[in-house]
């Protein structure tokens, strides 16, 4: 369920619309769908591979350090740099703010959005932090939820598909000639593709806590497949109902959500409010899966002994919870909700978040392409294997979805109202850039100045955890 949970977040019940009017056709919209799903059971099985390898809880910052291994230490402050910097709950934290006030009819304001989002990450903090267990049990009834909401809107879809939609709603006919209005520029397909794969990210969560889950090679080899089955089967289903009921031109003209459409054309303008709160209750379940992976993120990048606080970071005090972890990722959370003002700054920051996932996408495909080829080096015999071809396919993809961004937009698709389009991007590769450099002063030049090297120890601190501590060992 922690994987459905992170994938299923709020983009389903938008992103078909915007597909749909980045492509011109319904035909190529679903299509594009299947290529998404392609990439991420490609995605899945590259994880699969690394964490049952690697079968400990860091995800990719473990896969990374297994190849890249020269310079000592170097990827690890690049990857370090990248989870501890951005707050990966900040953009469904306001979301569900913003869908909270519209259903209640308020005016959703810059600050009365951002106050709701900052009581959101602060409770999933609290919950995590405090009573880990209760934590697991809401975001998976949450999970739950999500999957029944979709399943009746699946239900919805096919009564709309028989003609009954409410009295009044025209019947549209969006699958006959399905591929009319295609669009043939690339700028368009990009924007499309771009945006699927995004919907489908996630299939990666369980891999940051496969230290606390029992028999975890069994549980992955089972569960991470399982998931993404079944959150393609809804998503392909769910596409299929929007378009039942909601006609293509309503579908791309109109400033609601394409779920919200669908609610008021088969339910009523009552059902279409009501969405606002199942959406914000998506938005939530999503805050409480994000937080929870990388908050065990921090806590692993704390036991590895690179960054400021290790020790403090690395501890399960006082609530048998990585509540340190779970802190620096609310800490960096709330300065992304609070510091940006409304317009261009705060879609540049979730942008900015996003994309350099893509990066280390490319670097463990890389790292297993590489494997593949030495094996007998690295004596590599997984309970899973992703295959040379799977390997290169993600590669692509990823290289894709790095790439993508660097392309100029078309008029009037840019992300931006004010800022270069490519901003993000020069940014993410800015904060990479910040761990290199953190790297050479921490590793390289204050060791040459103080006259010492870098050891490092395992050490189990005073909770039981262990954790790796560096000592400065001088030089005659």
Same mark, same amino acid.
């Given at each position: ?36 799903? #392609? ?124 003609? *009954? ?81 909601? %006609? ?77 972890? /779970? ?61 040379? %071809? ?29 800022? %270069?389009?490519? /901003? ?49 060992? *001088? #030089?005659?």
């Amino acid at each position: 369920m922690l994987i459905a949970n992170r994938m299923i977040g709020t983009g389903i019940f938008a992103t078909p619309a915007s597909i749909v009017g980045s492509t011109g056709s319904i035909g190529l919209a679903m299509f594009l769908w299947v290529i998404g799903a #392609l990439i991420a059971a490609a995605g899945t099985a590259v994880y699969l591979e690394w964490a049952t390898s690697l079968p400990r809880s860091g995800g990719e910052k473990n896969y990374l350090e297994f190849y890249f291994r020269r310079p000592a230490y170097l990827i690890t402050c690049v990857y370090a740099a990248y989870a501890a910097l951005l707050g990966w709950p900040s953009g469904n934290s306001v979301y569900s703010g913003q869908m909270l006030l519209n259903a209640a009819g308020t005016e959703v304001t810059r600050w009365n959005q951002r106050a709701i989002g900052v009581a959101v990450v602060t409770f999933a903090l609290l919950l995590h932090g405090t009573l880990p267990k209760w934590g697991l049990r809401l975001q998976n009834t949450l999970g739950v939820f999500k999957i029944g909401v979709l399943i009746f809107i699946i239900i919805s879809g096919f009564v709309a598909l028989g003609g *009954h939609v409410r009295a009044g709603a025209p019947s549209p006919s969006n699958f006959h000639n399905a591929f009319a209005g295609t669009k043939s520029d690339a700028n368009s397909f990009v924007s499309a593709l771009y945006n699927v794969i995004w919907s489908f990210i996630g299939y990666s969560n369980v891999v940051y806590s496969m230290s606390e889950i029992r028999d975890p090679i069994k549980v992955v080899k089972r569960a991470v497949p399982l998931a993404l089955i079944v959150v393609t089967f809804l998503y392909m289903l769910v596409n299929i109902a929007f378009f039942a009921a909601v %006609p293509k031109e309503a579908i791309i003209t109109s400033d609601r959500l394409i779920a919200a459409e669908f609610f008021t054309r088969m339910f009523g303008e009552q059902a279409g409010r009501a969405i606002s709160v199942i959406i914000a209750l998506s938005a939530i379940g999503n805050v409480l899966a994000v937080l929870f992976g990388q908050g065990r993120v921090n806590q692993e990048l704390g036991r590895e002994g690179v960054l400021p606080f290790s020790k403090f970071l690395a501890s399960n005090r006082p609530f048998n919870s990585p509540f340190a972890g /779970l802190g620096l990722q609310w800490l960096v959370t709330l300065v992304i909700i609070l510091a940006p003002p409304t317009g261009d700054a705060y879609s540049f920051l979730l942008n900015l978040i996003s994309y350099p996932l893509n990066v280390f996408n490319v670097l463990i495909s890389v790292a297993l392409v590489g494997v593949y080829l030495r094996k007998s080096r690295y004596s590599w015999n997984p309970p899973v294997k992703a295959t040379l %071809p799977v390997a290169v396919f993600f590669l692509l993809a990823n290289i894709f979805l790095v790439v993508a961004p660097l392309v100029p937009p078309a008029p009037g698709a840019e992300p931006y109202a004010s800022l %270069p389009y490519w /901003l993000h991007v020069v940014v993410g590769f800015g904060i990479l850039g910040a761990g290199i450099v953190y790297w050479v002063v921490w590793a390289r030049i204050l060791p040459k100045i103080g006259g010492y090297k870098l050891e490092r120890e395992l050490v189990v601190g005073a909770d039981g955890i262990p954790r790796n501590t560096f000592h400065h060992f *001088h #030089l005659e």
